[in-house]
């Protein structure tokens, strides 16, 4: 059984005692669970996209660096860049994001390079996948601090840990992975024929003449590195009929477990599930959005299953069952942590 640290919050609570709290938090889960920490430790964090105005805003991570910081440990926030769309494409942008969001107290490092195209080969050999690419930046650290913002994701069902440590770790192409048996398209009113993107393909799967542009996908093999290529967003899962309509079903749930599998592998982990402005989509979606219910908690665990299935319990508690719980079965069944957790009130 494993423990999971909570200590609850309201909408009242002010962001001076989120502050409090979450310092708390951290140095009781970091005393109880024997953790030793590492000299410089990254925040794994989301900025939130533009235009969305309820991701965990930097204020709120203060306790947790402060804690760092009175021990002499060196604190980052990390971060890849998104597959589609958004701000938040491409490093350069997404720096940009998270300088406008406030996100300036500490360095700020994108793992996955310029364009999403720098990764790890992490060996699982399991059900989907062999080998899991995981932006590279994540393979200088032992330690990470997964700090996730709990709510609804439309593909996922839920967002919590598991989805910070899968699709928030993994490169371009590895997004695309887990975006099931789904290859690009090409926008062609997007395309410049620039050519960038052919020149990235080594399938030489994709043709530019004067009237189109296209992906052949018999020769593609989903490696996402024309999606990280294209200057011009014209290359998209997008085209594809629609996001969820396309990668709906417990196959990219899966998938998304065993890429939180070779994120963690060999890691000591700590995660954080801030679980307020809990909204029914995640924090990529830029528009203002509506909390579904009240502000819950801030929990904290060293076992990414179990303050998972904690938060997914509390929020149903509290009204709303969000789809996507068995995935947190296949998660256990490969050894990626434990749905049985003992509550520890802080
Ligand atoms: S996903 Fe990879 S293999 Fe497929 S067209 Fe793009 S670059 Fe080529
Ligand atoms: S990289 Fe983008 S803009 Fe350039 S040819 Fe390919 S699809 Fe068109």
Not at 204 to 221: L, Y
Not at 302 to 314: E, G, H, L, Y
């Amino acid at each position: 059984m494993a423990k999971v640290y909570f200590s609850k919050i309201y909408n009242e609570t002010t962001t001076d005692d989120i502050k409090k709290i979450s310092k708390k938090l951290l140095d009781r889960v970091v005393t109880e669970e024997n953790i030793t920490l590492e000299k410089k430790i990254p925040l794994k964090v989301h900025f939130g996209e533009a235009g969305n105005i309820t991701y965990v805003k930097p204020q709120n991570y203060d306790g947790l660096i402060d804690y760092l910081q009175d021990r002499d440990i060196e604190a980052l926030f990390m971060e890849t860049s998104v597959l589609y769309g958004g701000q938040r494409y491409k490093k350069e942008l997404h720096l940009k994001t998270a300088e406008e969001h406030g996100f300036t107290r500490i360095p700020v490092i994108i793992a996955d390079g310029d364009h999403g195209e720098e990764f790890t080969d992490i060996e699982v050999n399991l059900k989907y996948f062999d080998k899991c690419k995981i932006g590279r930046e994540f393979s200088n650290y032992d330690q990470i601090m997964v700090v996730a913002h709990f709510k609804g994701h439309a593909l996922g069902g839920f967002g919590g840990a598991i989805k910070q440590l899968a699709m928030g770790h993994a490169s371009k192409g590895g997004k695309l992975a887990m975006h099931m048996g789904i290859k690009p398209q090409i926008t062609n009113r997007k395309c410049t024929k620039c050519h960038l993107c052919q020149k990235a393909c080594t399938e030489d799967a994709i043709t530019i003449d004067e009237k189109k542009s296209f992906i052949d996908h018999e020769k593609c093999v989903g490696c996402g590195g024309c999606v990280a290529a294209c200057p011009s967003k014209a290359v998209s899962i997008m085209a594809i009929g629609g996001i969820a309509t396309a990668l709906k079903g417990n196959d990219f749930r899966e998938k998304l477990v065993e890429y939180a599998y070779a994120a963690q592998k060999g890691k000591r982990n700590i995660y954080i599930n801030y679980v307020m402005n809990i909204t029914a989509q995640c924090d990529c979606v830029g528009k203002k959005m509506k909390p579904i219910m009240d502000d819950i908690g801030i929990y904290a665990s060293t076992n990414p299953v179990a303050i998972d299935m904690a938060c997914w319990d509390i929020v149903k508690e509290n009204g709303k069952k969000f789809k996507g719980v068995r995935q947190l079965d296949y998660a256990e069944s490969i050894g990626l942590g434990t749905k049985n957790y003992k509550l520890i009130e802080i």
